[in-house]
């Protein structure tokens, strides 16, 4: 007895070393191919993180790229707990052998939970160069970020890597904690503001919490190119431009919504600029007369705001194509081997990747200007900003790293803040957050579940740090009209969505009426944080509010009873106590 008691006092002691481990595991890969191993000693924080910092100068000239492994974030297949990613892709361990890369970071976090204990690690330094893996060979899973500093402008990090592992216990051993420490760090750091906060001086952003997106998509666009086509067009040869719907039909559009009973619409307004959408960006102006000119684009946005609804324009400042009258080969991104760097084929041909020190220095404040004189207001959208990592350039007269162009993104907001009144993008990454009114869909990775074996489900580990904050729809799967779709409308109320719809047809103006009444029991939801999610039982999922309510949705055939009320199956229930 003795012997087992020393055994179980030294296993004791064994196990509590491992929660204070100090030290993390770098594989350093040069470009030479050959590897560097290196371990790397933690300093314990005040917070009690316990910190990794690589700076600058320690990473070798010749790096490829540095895989980051603490020994916490390892499991083996078959043990109990599960990984997350920020947006929320979730995994338990399961497989053999497989991997799963995810570049573009929308909250640079990475969780864990196994037997040994439950951790979280927060990327805080050269967040955006890092690609999030899981690795799992012959049953042994790892999860570690990977910093790809070969991709970086002069092939040379621009500041130190910084990450914080914290461990979690208790009742927070879960993701929803994780979720919440996350959020207390950018709340803390003045990163962000909750919408309660930021309405006491903002009176339009109160009414877009209330109201329905609704994006008219679009007036105006150029026929896109079919693959092996021509897609370099100048101002002489670019294709024709369709109108689908006119500024005059806009404002009967807009009339029609009013007289369906939707009160309360913030409209996007898109494929309204010079070439129609994505025609001749970064053209905005002159207004084409096919659609109406700029004097019928001032009537329609007048209109609509006499209508009591709110009107804001989409714009681009991502992309440029040769089409374009401002078109010049400097103003595009450069890669490392000295390319132009390529986007998509859009409606206006071959598109690429827009240096914003070019256009910020060159055109874009004074475009911006010219806009707003038009009379739109509101939360002013900008495309793409929020929905990946920002476009670094090795032009050498304008080169910047992504950390500099997101800076820019930055002033960009500032600047529509101040000419419009807010500043809006398209997804959920995270380094321009405390400028966002609302993003389009937090992100597109729900189409993954099923498709990648290692991505078991979503959870809203994005919506636990930001619902509150920023308005958003979680994802393109709850996009446009799911008013028939009993899946999509609890997958939009587990993750506390706001509905968003693209369309510019008068057919679909029952669907808009629809999503708007789907929407008004919960868009009070809009302006609180969430404090956890969770699943009560298979096919039963909480989402647990700050202010004590709840949203139980039920994936079942069969009823289910939640504290005497019923949660119907395939429906949802808004608990808010007795």
Sequence with gaps: M?????????????LTSLAFADTVHLRILKTDKSTEPRNITLSKMEDGAMRLKIAVSEIPENTQHIDVVHEFFTAKKGEEGFWIFGRGAYGTFSQDNDIFSLSNIHIPLMGIKTPRGTYVGIIKGLRHEITMRVSVRNGKYSIFPCFTINKIPDRKAYEDIVIDFYKLEGDDANYSAMGRLYRKYQLENGKCKTLKERIKTRPELDYLCDALQVRIQYHAAKQKPTAGKKEHYTPEDEPPMK???????????VKAIKDAGVDKVAFCSAGWQSGGYDGRFPDIFPIDKEIGGEDGLKKFIQEVKDMGYQISAHTNSTDCYSCSRLWDKDMVCIKHDGTLAKNGIWCGGRAYNLCLKYAWDRFLPKQLEDIAKLGFSGSHYVDVFSCIAPYDCFHPKHKINKKQAGEIQLEIADKCIELFGGFSSEGGYDHIIGKLDYCNYVANYMKLVGKKRLIEDIKPLWEIVYHGIVLSNPDRYTQQDITADWRKILKLME??????????????IPAIAGLYEIFKPVRHLQK???????ELAKGITITKYENGEEIICNYNNTAYLYKGKVVLPKNYLLYKGK
């Design 2 to 14: 003795k012997t087992l008691k020393h055994v179980a006092i030294l296993l004791s002691c064994f």
């Design 243 to 253: 109108v689908y719907l006119s500024f005059a039909d806009s404002i009967k559009f």
């Design 528 to 534: 609180e944080l969430i404090h956890s999610h969770g």
């Design 495 to 508: 993750f506390g969505g706001r509905p968003i719809i693209y369309t510019n047809k008068f057919e679909k």
